[in-house]
């Protein structure tokens, strides 16, 4: 039998390789046959560990899922970037490892950014999510959100639907 330690904690810069592969790997899963191929592969290429160094210098809010053996999530929050929207917070990305996926953590870490932003007084939290990445929706309702508004967002040419949620 083996313990697992499960922590959330702010990235470090030398989380930086680690979040490149988690983000490499979540957006596979998420977004193929989604977003289109080309376009997926040049987003993916552009967040190499150089870019997520240089992230983690800009001082916005990231949080880490730390699994003992390595990071198996991350989340990026701060100000909501749009005034338009009934809210104070927002969280940028969510993403965890494929394998950590349906098991609670992304939860635990939804729950610890939003704990974070109200400490910082930002009431109502926002997030945004590709309308047809159904997993994601559907787990953003379950935990309560509620779709303010609809946006649509050219990628790699096919106009995708984007849904804000609203926590309150």
Known sequence: MSDLLVSIRHAKTE??????KVFDAAWREAYQGIIPGVALEKMLARRGTRWWR?????????????????????????????????AAGEIDELYLLPEYQGL??????????????????????????????????????????????????????????KIAYLFR
């Open 104 to 161: 609670g953590f992304g939860r635990r870490l939804f729950k610890a950014v939003c704990n974070d932003l109200r400490a910082r007084e930002m009431n109502g939290i926002v997030l945004w999510a590709l309308a047809d990445n159904e997993r994601a929706c559907a787990f953003y309702e379950g935990l309560g959100g509620q779709g303010v508004a609809r946006v649509e967002e050219r990628i790699g040419g096919v106009l995708l639907a």
């Open 15 to 20: 989380d930086a390789a680690a979040l490149s």
């Open 54 to 86: 240089s992230t983690l210098s800009r001082g916005r809010p990231l949080a880490v899922l730390d699994i003992g053996q390595g990071i198996a999530g991350y989340a990026s929050y701060g100000r909501c970037r749009d005034r338009a929207l009934p």
